[in-house]
């Protein structure tokens, strides 16, 4: 028989109560704390849905807009200030529209923009086109060409924000595009992440020019043949081929300046520039021979 045992049966005799070891507690981590709450302005209205105008007539003023889906590092600046040189097209630098957004602050504001009927994507939809519209008016031409390359990402929501959208789709060989956006920066931009940075763009180019109707167009060829090029392209845009396209370089096309269209000396030219030699095959990284395949440069 234990002295414990002997001591608590002794205990229980005189007092009714026994000693028990106390179970040490162990540590609890504490609860986690809940995210923190987004701003009003921050947070989008419930339900939000990517749709069309639900009222074309009061919900657009751009008719017919065109949009020139590229990679980077493709020539769409070249084609941009080409394009910028007809009488009748309007293509302005890249403008990012697609990257501004709506921040409702207060419920009455909230509450009121869904009496009206407006999903949040709705509200944003109508400053995207009342940004563009302005540029194109005072322009005093008739038709707008867009040409951010990361429009790419969101050639879905531009297609449903303007369904009699018309777009071009520049491609350009994929080591082309490449070799040009490492040598922009080649120490920030080292091959091992050009391939992977540029094949995203290239990636969902080409799943836009699948699904949606348009007019292809290859760099090389526009170098080659710009006024060949530029017929073509004019016939789709259902405009007369002005010769003033291929002397870019006497207008005015707004500073060509890093982060919103090219700004290196090519561009600067104001003349076309013949493209880079094509690389041979045994030079392009075997994540590109998908792509290059499908767009025909293997």
Not at 153 to 175: E, K, N, S, V
């Amino acid at each position: 028989m234990s002295w414990r045992y002997r001591a608590n049966a002794t205990l229980e005799g005189l007092t009714g109560y026994t000693l028990t070891r106390r179970l040490r507690k162990e540590p609890q981590e504490p609860a986690p704390k809940p995210p923190p709450k987004l701003p009003l302005e921050l947070q989008r209205l419930p339900g939000d849905t990517i749709r069309g105008p639900v009222d074309p007539i009061h919900d657009r003023l751009l008719r017919e807009p065109v949009f020139l889906l590229s990679s980077v590092r493709s020539g769409s600046t070249l084609l941009r200030v080409m394009l910028n040189s007809h009488s009748k097209v309007h293509s302005p630098i890249e403008t990012h529209f697609r990257r501004m957004t709506v921040g409702l602050g207060t419920e009455p504001l909230r509450q009121a923009m869904e009496a009206l009927g407006h999903a949040h994507s709705d509200i944003e939809h109508l400053m995207w086109d009342r940004l563009l519209h302005r540029e194109l008016s005072r322009s005093g031409k008739p038709i707008m060409a867009e040409k951010t390359p990361s429009n790419v990402f969101a050639w879905r929501r531009i297609a449903t924000c303007w369904p009699d959208a018309r777009f071009i789709f520049l491609l350009r060989h994929p080591m082309s595009i490449v070799q040009s956006w490492h040598e922009a920066d080649p120490e920030k931009r080292p091959m091992t992440t050009a391939v992977p940075r540029t094949l995203t763009y290239m990636t969902h180019l080409e799943e836009a020019r699948t699904r949606l109707e348009g007019h292809t167009l290859r760099y090389e060829a526009l170098v080659a043949d710009p006024e060949a090029e530029l017929r073509r392209l004019c016939l789709f845009l259902g405009i007369e081929w002005e010769p003033a396209m291929l002397n870019y370089g006497r207008q005015d096309h707004g500073d060509f300046v890093k982060g919103i269209g090219d700004w290196r000396d090519k561009i600067r030219a104001g003349t076309v520039v013949a493209g880079r030699p094509l690389p041979a095959r045994d030079e392009i990284p075997g994540e590109l021979h998908e792509i290059c395949r499908q767009w025909d440069y293997l």
